[in-house]
């Protein structure tokens, strides 16, 4: 089998600062971690070729240093890692990064399974997995929290919002996971040997047959035309310290004028 | 071959049908659809597909469609995302809009950007906030954006149609208005039926399981709890108000909470009356899932914490002094009041 992950560095923390002017995320002083996702992305991928054979191969767009991610995924288990970098894929949103994507696995596939989170921690859009798939043509499930392989396919259990919904998808086929899936598993020390010596490949715009003006902020259909702070809404009566219980009697009564209580 | 001229501008709203009735967001997307199309002189259409529907469609209308576009077929019963692109791409090949809207649940999610991919153009995942921009006309998207504490607003110039999710809640039902439209069933090409995808079954969630987002009273616990089993707090006071229990990302992340009971962005969206938020921070992604409750409590030992700014009342101290104090509180009142 040969099955690709598509993984994210995203920012390890949630307080990711905004530059307002030029609408861009200050990156300085923070560290990156791989989506957490994604990792469930990889174990997914690592355990279904640990019991079918082939080979796992991690994609990740972005800025050079995503390279320690690639590493990182190697680590985990990857057999090939590939790092889609180029000064001209900056500024890409959802479409511009999935056409980025989508000729890299026509490129380096083709593959009987693609894997990704269901979305990133930073962007929260979810819209990349399914945007691939549809520019590859295949099919696709979202927010899989259960795989099996059956024949030449997998049924999925994807988790909605009452339940569970269950479905059979051939191969090739695209997958974006949830969570709940799997409990990756911290690299060894031999595999983190491996993930450092192994040699990674890089993949340029001049590498795909993409026309520049689908690439990056110039191929993106959407523009960010402004960022602002939400402005504050309700004025809080603050109740500390002797006060708290004074604050409790006042939650007490605003129940029971709501009919709550 | 196209339906009609493009003379009038049409908003699409994909609504969405499940277990034979029409989900909430699709009201709140007609309703808020047309208030956009006001502002461009436009028309709005909603489009619905199923295997059956058990309730009648006037109310669409009265939220604020003015024509109902519909796809009955009884290979519509699972949800199948391949057909569902299909029937949405076809729509709006027969049906051309200039905004395409879809409740961000995981369908619309999971439909939308297939759509938007084929259609080589823009879509904004989640939004909170829909308008038109007076000198251009053009959609104004805006989302809580890159895990800041900020917001950031979307424009597609240029790219057709102009697309965009919303969560559920996000914006109110619409008051219903008396008024009616026109009702068009569309005869679709068989391919459009066709899928490599099987759908084989849906399961509900078992348990006694409420969705919260359908409960008047909610109590949120985030990492300020410290330990999954002080989540038992929560329940203790959630159950003396009638309410359900919800979480923030980091703790349903840490495994502490279930999936289900997420709140934000990337979980649920509630409107409750009354909303309890204990050991909450308040990144502007747990803020997006519950800013609009009607009155909002606050618990958390920082003075400083964002969710203070959204509260209606802050309690600044220990939550394991204060909220054994409130549930005390309650009971005496519950015991008192019976």
Known sequence: MRIAVLLKQVPDTDEVKLDEEKGTMIREGIGTVINPLDLQ????????????????????????????SLR???????????????????????????????????????????????????????QVGPEVAAMLGIPFSTYVSEIDKKNDGVI??????????????????????????????????????RGHAAKLETVTASDLPIPEGELGLTGSPTRVSKVFYPKIQRKCEMYALSDIRKGIQRIVRELKNRAIL | MEKENRTIPRIMVIGEVRRNTVLPVTFELAGKASEL?????????????????????EPIFQAGADRLLFVEDSRLGLFNQEIAVK????????????????GATTSGRTVLPAMAALLHTGLT???????????????????????????ATIKTPSHRPQMATVRPKTFPKPAPVLRSGLTERLELPEDCFSSRIVPL??????????????????????????KPENFALLEKAAHLIGGGVGATRPTVEAKWVSYPHQIGLSGKVVSPKFYLAAGVSGAVQHLAGMQTAEF?????????????????????????EILPELIAALEKEREGGE
């Open chain 2, 37 to 57: 199309a006001a502002k461009i002189g436009g028309a709005v259409d909603v489009l619905l597909f199923y295997d059956r529907l058990d309730e009648p469609v």
């Open chain 2, 125 to 151: 995942a989640d939004c909170t906030g829909l308008d038109i921009e007076p000198e251009t006309g053009l959609l104004l998207q805006t989302r809580p954006a890159i895990g800041g504490n900020v917001m």
């Open chain 1, 41 to 68: 992305a990889i174990e997914a991928g690592r355990q279904f070729i640990e019991q079918e054979g082939g080979t796992l191969s991690v994609f990740s767009m972005g800025p050079p240093q995503t390279e320690e």
């Open chain 1, 72 to 126: 990182e995924a190697i680590a985990m288990g990857a057999h090939t890692a590939t790092l889609i970098t180029d000064r001209k894929f900056g500024g890409a949103d959802t479409w511009a990064t999935a056409r980025v994507l989508s000729e890299v696995l026509k490129r380096n596939g083709p593959y009987d399974l693609i894997l990704a989170g269901e979305k990133a921690t930073d962007g929260e859009t979810g």
């Open chain 2, 296 to 320: 909002i409590v606050a618990i958390n030992k920082d003075p400083e914490a964002g969710i203070f700014k959204i509260a209606d009342i802050g309690l600044c101290g220990d939550l394991f």
């Open chain 1, 156 to 193: 999925v259990k994807r988790t909605v919002e009452d339940g569970y919904e269950t479905q059979f998808l051939p191969f090739p086929c695209l997958l974006t996971v949830l969570n709940n899936l799997n409990q990756p598993e911290m690299p060894t020390l031999s595999g983190k040997i």
């Open chain 2, 201 to 226: 079954s849906y399961e509900k969630v078992s348990e006694d399981y409420t969705n919260i987002q359908d409960l008047d009273v909610v109590v949120t616990g985030g990492k300020g709890l410290k």
């Open chain 2, 87 to 102: 029937i949405g791409l076809e729509a709006l090949r027969l049906y051309p809009a200039q905004i395409v809207l879809a």
